[in-house]
């Protein structure tokens, strides 16, 4: 077979495997997605996603009638017409400490797993994929999966995420995350609209603080509502996330109910609504607990036939909301250095091998930066005495490899 029709193989179905199929499936460039789950409904809950300096790069991947139907993955379709605000409360008082507005376009909330099932539309998926070793070939590469099957391709681009296999083999002495000393208990839950009616008259998607004197932080990100694109309930979905630095010296149980006793206890001295919003959590509880790590690469890549992309490529706390957004970016500049190469016949492979270095390069520039500030981010959370507009806890989303002047800023 001659090279080029060859697929490019993506390892992961998430938000940077999805969007680049999208591109490829519409340029006519063979591909396929392989991924480990069993299918796109296998994980229960997620969590939102604030896209702002990612829609543009979206819009340019996705055909025109998908990119049209982004608004029906928004977590508050009542709010469609509400951009919302950027707010940061002081726990103790309830006064919001910082207050930034959204620009009027350009922004969108949405669920991740209702993104994710958009941008699988029309895709040539195989689920229950697992990758699990990569073997170079003279003119091709192989990707080896858990259940023994193999798939030969033209590319690997990993995208599966921050535990990335792809990683460890392109950056094999390097690949190793980096722990933010941070406790990270996620709750999903279900409120009645009397409980949640507070947390919506302040922002209709999400809000942050910390309490001055504990430094225990809080995040509140609504996830559904009960009016909803085809299927309706009569109660709200919402993410209450708290947080804390290692220097308490609390740990996190390993019993779910344990964990929601200890996370009431740490908060029981917040001020009205932020306190009965982790009252109102039930003890069983869907409960994630993350440990907070990020990564960027410090050598070069191994391997000409095999890159990451997103979180793969440089995962971040999400203390800045950022990794989403470079993942979709990440997937347009993969478009745009190599695309136009995949597209011709008998393009010499040292072409395509020098476009991925640039492509490289460009991800680097963006994300090292959106690595250091949402690390900043996240241990500023846990400083109050110590934040400052400055702090890029609370400061602008900037795309880092721009000048905040050509319509790509978000916030
Ligand atoms: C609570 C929370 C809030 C966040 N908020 C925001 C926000 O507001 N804005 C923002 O921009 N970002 C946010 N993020 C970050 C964002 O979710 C990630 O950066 C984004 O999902 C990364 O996309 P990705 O394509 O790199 O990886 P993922 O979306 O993680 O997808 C990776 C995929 O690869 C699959 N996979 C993994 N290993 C293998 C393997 N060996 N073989 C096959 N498949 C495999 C996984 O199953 C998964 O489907 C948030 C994250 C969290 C946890
Ligand atoms: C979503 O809907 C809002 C309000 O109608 C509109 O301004 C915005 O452009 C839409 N976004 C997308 C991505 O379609
Ligand atoms: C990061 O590294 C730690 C310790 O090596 C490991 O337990 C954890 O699973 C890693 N996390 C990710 C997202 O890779
Ligand atoms: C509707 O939502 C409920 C609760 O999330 C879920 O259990 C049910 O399966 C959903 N029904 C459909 C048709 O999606
Ligand atoms: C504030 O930041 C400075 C410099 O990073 C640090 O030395 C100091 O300990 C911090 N203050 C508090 C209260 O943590």
Redesign the pocket.
């Given at each position: 077979m001659p090279e080029s029709d060859l697929p490019i193989i993506i390892?992961?179905?998430?938000?940077?495997?999805l969007s680049l199929a999208q591109y490829l499936r519409r340029e006519k460039i063979p591909y396929h997605v392989?991924?480990?789950?069993p299918s796109i409904d296998a994980r229960p809950g997620g969590?939102?996603?604030?896209?702002h300096y990612?829609l543009p790069a979206l819009e340019e991947l996705l055909p025109p009638e998908l990119y049209s139907r982004l608004n029906e993955t928004n977590v508050n379709i009542e709010a469609v017409n509400d951009p919302g605000r950027y707010l940061f409360f002081d726990l103790k008082n309830g006064e919001a400490k910082y207050s930034l507005d959204f620009p009027k376009t350009g922004r969108l909330r949405v669920l991740?797993t209702k993104l994710r099932k958009l941008l699988t539309t029309g895709l040539d998926i195989t689920w229950s994929?697992?990758?699990v070793e990569v073997r170079e070939n003279p003119d091709s590469v192989t990707a080896i999966f858990e259940d023994g099957t193999t798939c030969e391709g033209r590319l690997i681009v990993g995208?599966?995420?921050?535990?990335?296999?792809v990683r460890k083999y392109v950056y094999p002495t390097t690949y190793e995350n980096q722990t933010v000393p941070v406790h990270f208990v996620?709750a999903t839950v279900r409120y009645t609209p009397e409980q949640i009616r507070p947390a919506l008259a302040l922002d209709p998607y999400f809000f942050q603080g910390t309490h001055p004197e504990t430094n225990v932080y809080l995040y509140f990100s609504v996830l559904n509502t009960p009016r909803n694109i085809g299927n309706d309930t009569d109660y709200y979905v919402a993410?209450a996330?708290v947080t804390w630095s290692y220097d308490k010296n609390i740990e996190i149980p390993e019993n779910d109910a344990e964990t929601v006793a200890l996370i009431k206890q740490l908060t029981s001295n917040w001020a009205s609504p932020f306190r009965e919003l982790i009252e109102a959590i039930p003890e069983d509880a869907e409960i994630r607990r993350?440990h907070i790590s990020d990564w960027y690469p410090t050598t070069s890549r191994e391997h000409e036939r095999v890159v990451v992309?997103?979180?793969?490529a440089h995962s971040m706390t999400?203390f800045r909301?950022?990794?989403?957004?470079n993942?979709v970016v990440d997937a347009h500049d993969f478009a745009k250095r190599v695309g136009h190469l995949l597209k011709q016949k008998d393009v010499p492979f040292e072409k395509i091998a020098a476009a991925l270095r640039q492509y490289d390069e460009d991800i680097l520039v963006r994300g090292r930066v959106s690595v250091i500030n949402s690390r900043r981010a996240c241990l500023d959370a846990h400083d109050y005495a110590n934040l400052t507009d400055q702090s890029p806890l609370v400061a602008r989303r900037v795309r880092a490899d721009c000048n905040g002047t050509n319509g790509t800023n978000g916030n």
């Open positions: 390892i992961g179905a998430g938000i940077s495997g392989f991924e480990r789950d969590w939102g996603l604030t896209l990612g991740r994929k697992k990758l995208c599966d995420g921050s535990a990335s296999r996620g993410q996330v993350i992309m997103g979180d793969a999400m909301g950022e990794g989403g957004n993942a």
